[in-house]
């Protein structure tokens, strides 16, 4: 019985380490707005698109197999004000993220990256325009615009692009 024993208490020292470890992480507050990714799907009239690529977490999908699911988010209003709480998938085995139809205009994003933890990201919505946000693992998306120069992109404190810079008004 004295190794069961000592196995729980190593068990439940690595948890309460790992907690600590979580509850002391600050957010990472990112300044750059993210925008549309450039040239726009044209639909709707005053409405955009959010599609938040969050961290991911496994899901047991049966038959010893795992489904990696987007972690859910929230979007902030202007004011601050929690505009909508987001879950970030259709089903707990969904491995794409939902695709957030909103009205134009600009919101906080606070999600889970990969990289970084908490992030609170400025991000606008443009009539008819999709913006994707980028927090998964650097390896899992690169940017597409074959044109795009480096002032185009938004990144993190570590480096990793998450979107496309919003264009300025």
Do not use: C
Not at 29 to 53: K, Q
Request: proline share 8%.
């Amino acid at each position: 019985m004295a190794p069961v024993n000592k196995q729980h208490s190593l068990i439940a020292i690595g948890a309460a380490m790992l907690l600590t470890s979580f509850a002391s992480a600050q957010p990472t507050i990112v300044s750059a707005p993210v925008g549309p990714r450039p040239p726009g799907l044209h639909e709707g009239d005053y409405i955009g698109f959010l599609t938040v690529y969050s961290a991911t977490e496994q899901h047991p999908n049966g038959d010893n197999t795992y489904a990696n699911v987007h972690t859910d988010y929230r979007i902030y209003a202007a004011d601050g004000r929690l505009f909508k709480q987001v879950r970030n998938s259709l089903s707990p085995t969904d491995e794409t993220p939902e695709r957030m139809t909103l009205p134009k205009g600009s919101y906080v994003v606070v999600a889970q990256s990969e990289t970084m933890g908490t992030v609170h990201i400025p991000v606008v919505i443009q009539t008819g325009k999709a913006t994707d946000l980028r927090l998964e693992r650097v390896k899992d998306w690169k940017p597409t615009a074959i044109s795009a120069r480096d002032s185009d992109y938004v990144r993190l404190p570590n480096g990793q692009i998450i979107g496309y810079r919003a264009a300025s008004r």
